[in-house]
């Protein structure tokens, strides 16, 4: 397990970088707290699919009871400015207001919190502008896929106070909560291996064919959209089918990876990889992508003054061939914990038997179930209101009442960030990855990653 020091210098971010972020965040967080009758109320930024098909019924399952409500949309498309609008008010069957931006909507003053579910690289910074205007936030992840935005979004938090659930929803997940308190209990020892898989067979997973043609510059802010990117021209894939090309997303790892190494870090509790190396490619879906459609990455945990303590994550990742699914699976020297079937059992541990003969200890693992209802990975596009993230939702619902830090925090959002700033480096230089504390930064041949 990682030790006290190293989360302490980790959650330093680079100690000048958050020395200013130590205001009184208990005061601010007591003065924020509601009512109990005092009704919520709620802006969607990015009226997408993920945000109607997923986020949007999840809010709704529970406003009632929570005495929340929908006010306002904010798109900068035309279409889904004015589509998100009628399916919101359709939903809640109250008024909702469509807005043009973001400067308008928190211009607004009956807006108290967000939903943000826009394009991978946009997440971080409409999360500062969000609570930088005095609103909690509920924000898909990744978090960030730069290590600037990350530190950026962090700091930002810290500063106001403001509650920010992260997208990752297994925080919330009943299984792996029970995953997490077996883990720290220490009957299933110490983690030596990790196995990770998500793989399905779809090619046009992320294309948008449908609806690209329907996009015109003139309906949209295109500027708006790049935020502080490097402008280029305009370009309609680039905007509905930004998973597919960098620098907008990096596709496997923004999209996929950061549910899967949030638990490593969850259950281990190593903030971050003390290395990433991978390798992959484009291998059978050539339709002008630039991210890859197959991908492994093997990821090193340990403190970084002990090699002889740790263990490896071994993740893999395809489009082009379904077999294997999504796979969780930890591995102790008595056994497994298999997400997947949400169980633990004595496989492949060592035996009482076989510890005797070599004088070793034991810890054969009894077999036992973490969930009554077992319920599979969802690897299509459309998850719906699904039970995880309904529950990740209401843990942020009920945390914008209480002012209590929710399960998938800014710290778990700025975790998954640094190992998927490493993943992405590894990919773009195929050298070997690693991560300075002290500095937080990404660095790569002994220097820094840009």
Known sequence: ???????????????????????????????????ANDRVRVGVVGCGDRMKQALIPSFQQH?????????????????????????VQKMSGSPVVAVRNNDELYARKDIDAVLIATADFQHAQHGIEAVKAGRDAY???????????????????????????????????????????????????????VEMTWNVNQPGRWRRPDVVPLLKEQDTDW??????????????RK??????????????????????????????????????????????????????????????????????????????????NSAGGVKELYYSNGGM????????????????????????????????????????????ANTGADPETSANMRNWMECVRSRKTPNASIEAGYSHSVALCMNIAAIQTGQKVTFNDKTQQVMVGGKVYA
């Open 239 to 320: 905007y509905l089918e930004f998973r597919l090309f960098w620098p907008y997303s990096s596709g496997i790892p923004d999209q996929w990876l950061v549910h899967q190494i949030d638990t490593v870090h969850w259950f281990s509790g190593y903030p971050h990889p003390r290395s990433v190396v991978a390798n992959g490619g484009n291998y059978l879906w050539h339709d002008g992508r630039k991210n890859w459609d197959t991908m492994t990455a093997v990821f090193d945990y340990g403190p970084e003054d002990d090699l002889t303590k740790g263990f490896q994550v071994q993740y893999s990742s395809r489009f082009t």
């Open 337 to 380: 914990l298999d997400m997947d079937k949400q169980r633990v059992t004595p496989e492949g541990g060592l035996s009482a038997k076989s510890a005797a003969e070599m004088k070793m200890p034991a810890n054969e693992l009894a077999s036992f179930s973490l969930s009554e209802n077992v319920q599979k990975a969802e690897t299509s």
């Open 63 to 87: 406003a009632k009871e929570l005495n929340f409500e929908f006010v306002a949309v904010s798109d900068i498309w035309n279409r889904r400015r004015d589509e998100g609008a009628a399916f």
């Open 139 to 193: 924000v898909e992840k990744p978090t960030a896929h730069k290590m600037e935005d990350a530190r950026n979004f962090l700091a930002a938090v810290k500063q106001t106070g403001k509650i920010v659930q992260v997208g990752t929803q297994r925080r919330s997940t009943p299984s792996y909560q029970r995953a997490y308190e077996y883990i720290k209990s220490g009957k299933f020892g110490d983690i030596v291996m």
């Open 223 to 236: 500027k708006r959209y790049l935020l502080n990117y490097p402008y280029e021209p305009f370009d309609a």
């Open 1 to 35: 397990m990682a030790v006290n020091s190293d989360r302490r210098e980790f959650l330093k971010v680079g100690g000048a970088a958050l020395a200013a972020t130590v205001v009184s965040r208990s005061a601010t967080s007591y003065a924020s707290i509601l009512g």
